[in-house]
């Protein structure tokens, strides 16, 4: 029989976040949403403060890129654009001396759209200014997923892979910059499940691919040059993270077997994200002729991770009253 597609169902902001100032800016200073938002504006992030004071005012969100130790402002409402929140913008990106200005709206009118395209045109290429839309979708009864779309940004920003400039960069984050580049390449080449992110100057990568579910569950890539190895990761967050695990765990034996290797359960007790890795050791980032094998196993095994955990991962049942069997001990 013929597989039934679901109805895609946009939800109201204000049905996931009842304040923006209490429910809206906490969620988006997350590990998670944080992520999510660099991947999507090729910026890594680190969130500094929020509610920042800017003289009387309080700026919303305050991060660094951490590729250039740049001051980003992050701005969010859970309204369409208007003119109090472009005043606030300007004023606090002066007062904090911020180079990356990211506005975060419901929706932007052509005026606010406009204003920002005008900043992007006249101020000198160091500075960038983005208006990102946020949606929340769903799938028939599926959790919400949060959604950001570009539509303003700084002119050269959809020509290059990384708003970085090489000149800033370490030996190090230079070495990452150049490695990502290739497996984005090649997993836009494969057009497959998992959706290419824009390549950093880090040691990882995000990937989002489960599009009908919250972001507390996503896969990544890592290299290490210290330790010498590379390693494919499906990282689960939020308040049932731990329980998500363990209902994971259970099928160990049967999913190591589909995965075609033996995996690293690691609960990391002490912190909200758990993971389950798989490494290739004696792959050594910084030897370039090795980069073929080591990118291709990348590729590889993050589409095998997809097509395992998916199905898995979208039949976990609520767990928030889940509590673990006795030999489930932390490790």
């Not at 204000?14 to 504006?41: K, N, Q």
């Not at 700026?59 to 003119?83: F, G, M, R, Y």
């Not at 880090?202 to 990937?207: D, E, G, I, M, P």
């Amino acid at each position: 029989m013929e597989e039934e597609l679901g109805r895609l169902i946009r939800v109201p902001l204000r049905e996931f976040w009842e304040e923006e100032a209490g429910d809206f800016t906490p969620w988006l200073a997350r590990d998670e949403s944080i992520s999510l938002l660099g991947e999507v504006i090729g910026v890594e992030l680190e969130v500094e403060a929020q509610e920042r004071n800017v003289g009387p005012f309080q700026a919303d969100i305050l991060c660094k890129d951490i590729s250039t130790d740049n001051w980003v402002l992050i701005e969010n409402q859970l309204e369409p654009t208007d003119h109090t929140h472009l005043g606030q913008l300007l004023t606090y990106a002066a007062g904090l001396n911020a180079v990356t200005v990211v506005w975060i709206a419901e929706r932007f009118t052509d005026e606010h759209r406009a204003a920002l395209d005008w900043l992007n045109e006249i101020t000198a290429e160091s500075f960038s200014f983005f208006g990102l839309e946020i949606e929340l979708w769903r799938i028939d009864d599926s959790r919400k997923a949060p959604k950001f779309n570009v539509v303003s940004h700084p002119n050269d920003w959809t020509r290059t892979v990384s708003r970085i400039s090489r000149a800033e960069l370490t030996p190090a984050k230079q070495l990452y910059l150049e490695y990502w580049t290739e497996p984005r390449n090649l997993l836009e080449q494969h057009d497959g499940v998992i959706n290419p992110v824009t390549a950093g100057a880090q040691h990882w990568l995000y990937f989002y691919p489960f599009p009908n579910l919250s972001s507390d569950f996503w896969l990544s890539a890592s290299a290490s040059v210290r330790g010498n190895w590379i390693r494919v990761t499906l990282v689960l967050s939020g308040e049932d993270g731990k329980a998500h695990f363990y209902l994971l765990k259970r099928d160990e034996e049967d999913i190591e077997e589909e995965i075609g290797s033996e995996l690293e359960w690691s609960e990391n007790p002490t912190r909200k994200e758990k993971h389950i890795r798989l490494f290739l050791y004696d792959a050594d980032p910084e030897d370039r002729s090795d980069w073929d094998r080591q990118h291709e196993w990348l590729c590889n095994k993050l589409e095998i991770f997809h097509k395992v955990f998916s199905p898995r991962v979208e039949a976990l049942v609520d767990a928030s009253d889940y509590i673990p069997e006795e030999d489930e001990t932390t490790e």
